[in-house]
């Protein structure tokens, strides 16, 4: 079946620490989005790419990393310069990212702590 | 900047019964208009889409939506509650002409009581 693998689930970090968190998919999508949830905030864009080797910051990249070397992949990473990194992270994914009538498919999150 | 106000944090409501979460957009056109849910712990699921055409739209789960171009609103209801319906839902909107920002609302989280 197709979708959207993130990991790890759950993932510890202490303080200072870049920590990477992975997103695959497999439904041949050209773009790809990394969010942020926090209770009571909804979901919050950090980094998106519309197309391999591009990327745009949304509207709370800093403190934060992408890159997008290949199609299905689009690794996020959490830098120490992030002031408050505990929340739990989404990756979606969209078929074509110039219409807004793709559907946005998601990942089943993963959850980061800092000790 | 197109914002998403769901304006019930939490709402509770017994098993059978109606249920109606309200959600309105300000954007100056109408824009992609969805719902997804979330149980927890859990990614996003979509409920249901309105892009055009007729106003009230089906989805899974046997949840519906209603777009009121003149309230800029697209309530989700569904006519009779079960437990599994217990999550958090979110409304969202995306620009027709450019749709890379999907702009989430903070959502509301259902209780459903036995």
């Known amino acids: 079946d197709g979708g959207i693998t993130q990991s790890p689930k759950y993932l510890f970090r202490k303080e200072g620490q870049n920590v990477t968190l992975s997103c695959e998919q497999n439904?041949?999508?050209?773009?790809m989005y990394w969010y942020r949830q926090d209770p009571g905030q909804g979901l919050r864009l950090i980094y998106y790419?519309?197309?391999?080797?591009?990327?745009q910051k949304g509207d709370i990249a800093e403190g934060y990393s992408v890159s997008r070397e290949k199609k299905e992949s689009f690794p996020l990473t959490v830098t120490s310069a992030q002031k408050n990194p505990t929340a739990f992270y989404l990756c979606?994914?969209?078929?074509?990212?110039?219409?807004?009538?793709?559907?946005?498919?998601f990942g089943a999150g993963s959850r980061l702590t800092v000790l | 900047a197109q914002s998403v106000t769901q304006p019930d944090i939490h709402i509770t409501v017994s098993e059978g019964a109606s249920l109606e979460l309200r959600c309105n957009y300000s954007?100056?056109?109408?824009?992609?208009l969805f719902w997804y849910v979330q149980s927890p712990g859990q990614g996003l699921q979509l409920l249901l889409k309105?892009?055009?055409?007729?106003?009230l739209v089906q989805g899974i789960k046997g949840f519906e939506a209603e777009f009121k171009r003149s309230q800029s609103s697209f309530n989700l209801r569904k006519p009779s509650v079960h437990w599994s319906d217990a999550a958090e839902y979110f409304c969202?909107?995306?620009?027709?002409?450019?749709?890379?920002?999907?702009?989430f609302g903070a959502g509301t989280i259902l209780r459903v009581k036995s």
């Open positions: 969202a909107v995306a620009p027709m002409e450019y749709g890379n920002k999907l702009v």
């Open positions: 979606a994914s969209r078929a074509r990212a110039t219409s807004g009538a793709n559907v946005l498919t």
């Open positions: 439904l041949n999508h050209d773009a």
């Open positions: 309105y892009f055009s055409g007729d106003t």
């Open positions: 954007y100056g056109a109408t824009p992609y």
């Open positions: 790419s519309q197309i391999v080797n591009d990327f």
